[in-house]
């Protein structure tokens, strides 16, 4: 018996999540009688259930069937004052304004008698885009109630207002009680700033944090300024607020050493090396020293010409001398080879010493990093089959890590260069699935080249030449290697290879700063090469050549506004889009 009553029970669940499913779909395309009858059965079912008779309540009133609805309404035996809301919503419809009114300051007034029901009641409001109302409401609670928070559910009417303003007041509040969240409103305010200073929003938000500022002492309102300084690439400003940061609470350095390496990564290198000679000037540990030294020497190994090399040569071996060869030292260590192979050419020292850095005991990543450098030495060498065992080695070694992954890409690109087209191929199919997005962009760009010119012609001259031109540029011997795809671009005419020369021409010519070169490059393959895969490329980087280096902010426009419209599907589609904006003066949000 007891399990027949089970079957029943279920059965009738069923039949009730059915009749349930149907109504929404009903409702939803528009069948408001249909769905009318089957909510009058749920509701006569279950005459306790608040849903349930709003969704009846609201067929009755898509059919104009309002004095049926205020009826159901205000015959409910529930005691949710939200129906108080709906019921002055039903008066609206009936153009009922007064009558209208005074439920909705019913509504309100029922927090005086059970302010835990303001959620129920703000939401009612919300449903009807009563959003004045739904405001008031809140505010009433948080007044009768301090210790409740619905700052957040403010901030978000307020932005749907457009009265950024009080969002971003809302938003502050908010935080200053629940700091955990600071992550999440960073993120609600990077959809109403941009990276433009002078957009409105960003000075409202910069007003706001320092009123606060002023107001109290919390360090989270410099951290906030801090962030938008970041977001308008106002780095010296940002590293301003982060000394502050630390003077007040001198626990860690990272957050100015955060600042710099943004800086480092946006090509702000004066105010980058500022910030690390900072960092340099007080550190007390010899590792962030260290670390930060480093660091600037990158930058200016990154800007250095040839009659720079000497200098930079021996702050490495000073650095070097200081902090000692040890586990410790190794990215230092491997700095310096780089260095000392691709500035100065001096490929035996680099290995020599990389194979010195070995014999240390390191730990297997650490090893890794060493033997990566190593191989890619080799590579530049063209030492090709010594360089893949050392890549191997690396796979084996720390399997499905991104430095594996990044070894494996680096034999298909050594096997490419070799011209062993097949075999390199097979190892990018692998990579397509890579967890690093960079790495799996990388191996996707290698195939497709591979794959879209190795049947053209049966001995891949063209292919290979491209390989030898690719190789050229990854040993610094930039003109070399534009030469050979100009040689590329004159044997080889009707070739497919011909849009992904251009393209990596002009990409060398800006490496060497000839951008009206790279720029005709990029006209030349928008012109001839419209339906191919690079032309968004084409599209963008030209567009970034005109605004950034050339002058040529208007023809920007116009190209940013061909991806929009003819490439929503490229991957430069939204900062296209962001771009654009800037330039027509957008507030962007």
């Not at 919503?89 to 303001?118: F, G, H, M, P, R």
């Not at 702050?315 to 192979?341: R, S």
């Not at 011997?477 to 005419?493: C, F, G, N, P, Y």
Request: hydrophobic residues 40%; charged residues 25%; proline residues 2%.
């Amino acid at each position: 018996m007891k399990f027949l009553y089970i079957i029943c029970f279920l059965f009738s669940l069923h039949a009730f999540s059915q009749d349930d499913i149907l109504a929404k779909e009903y409702f939803k395309n528009g069948a408001f009688e249909k769905a009318q009858i089957l909510y009058k059965k749920i509701h006569e079912k279950h005459p306790t259930h608040y849903v349930f008779l709003i969704q009846l309540v609201k067929t009755h009133q898509q059919l104009e069937q309002l004095e049926e609805a205020q009826e159901l309404l205000q015959n409910s035996k529930l005691k949710n004052p939200a129906l108080l809301v709906e019921i002055g919503y039903n008066y609206q419809l009936k153009n009922d304004i007064e009558s209208a009114n005074t439920y909705y300051n019913k509504a309100i007034e029922s927090l005086d008698i059970d302010v835990s029901a303001t959620y129920y009641v703000s939401r009612a409001f919300e449903e009807h885009s009563l959003l004045d109302q739904a405001i008031i409401t809140y505010e009433k609670a948080m007044l009768l109630k301090p210790e409740y928070n619905f700052n957040v559910q403010l901030a978000r009417i307020y932005g749907e207002q457009g009265n950024v303003e009080k969002m971003f007041y809302s938003y502050v509040n908010f935080i200053e009680s629940n700091e955990n969240y600071v992550n999440t409103i960073k993120r609600a305010f990077s959809e109403f700033i941009s990276e433009d200073k002078s957009n409105p929003n960003n000075i409202i938000l910069k007003k706001i944090l320092l009123k606060k500022i002023q107001e109290t002492p919390d360090l989270l309102f410099n951290n906030l300024l801090s962030w938008l300084f970041i977001q308008q690439k106002e780095y010296y400003k940002a590293f301003t607020q982060e000394k502050a940061i630390f003077k007040r609470n001198p626990e860690s350095l990272n957050r100015i050493e955060n600042v710099a390496t943004i800086a480092a990564n946006e090509n702000q290198d004066a105010i980058a090396i500022e910030i690390f000679e900072y960092i340099v000037k007080i550190a007390q540990d010899p590792e962030i020293t260290l670390k930060a030294e480093n660091n600037i020497l990158q930058i200016e190994t990154k800007n250095a010409v040839p009659k720079d090399y000497t200098a930079l040569n021996k702050k490495y071996i000073t650095l070097l001398e200081t902090y000692g060869k040890h586990p410790g030292t190794i990215d230092l260590q491997v700095a310096y080879a780089h260095f000392l192979a691709f500035n100065l050419k001096d490929t035996e020292q680099a290995t020599t010493f990389l194979k010195e850095s070995l014999k240390l005991r390191l730990t297997t990543y650490q090893a890794s990093k060493v033997k990566l450098e190593l191989a890619d030495i080799l590579v530049f060498q063209e030492k090709f089959n010594e360089a893949l065992i050392y890549y191997t080695q690396i796979q084996r070694s720390l399997k499905n890590s991104t430095i594996s992954q990044e070894a494996r890409f680096k034999v298909a690109k050594t096997s490419y260069y070799k011209g062993d087209f097949k075999w390199a191929e097979s190892q990018l199919k692998i990579l397509k699935s890579s967890t690093s997005q960079l790495i799996a962009n990388d191996a996707l760009d290698l195939k497709l080249l591979i794959s879209d010119n190795k049947y053209e012609d049966s001995t891949q001259t063209a292919l290979k030449l491209y390989a030898k031109a690719d190789l050229l540029a990854f040993q610094n011997r930039t003109q070399e290697a534009i030469s050979i795809l100009d040689k590329i671009m004159a044997a080889h005419k009707t070739e497919t290879i011909i849009d992904q020369a251009l393209y990596k021409q002009a990409q060398l010519f800006e490496s060497k700063k000839q951008y009206q070169k790279a720029a005709d490059n990029y006209q030349q393959i928008i012109k001839d090469y419209k339906e191919e895969i690079l032309a968004d490329d084409a599209l963008f980087y030209l567009a970034k050549l005109y605004n950034n280096h050339l002058a040529l902010p208007e023809k920007a426009k116009e190209l940013y506004e061909e991806i929009i419209f003819n490439h929503q599907d490229s991957i430069y589609f939204i900062e296209a889009r962001k771009n654009y904006r800037m330039l027509r003066g957008d507030a962007i949000n």
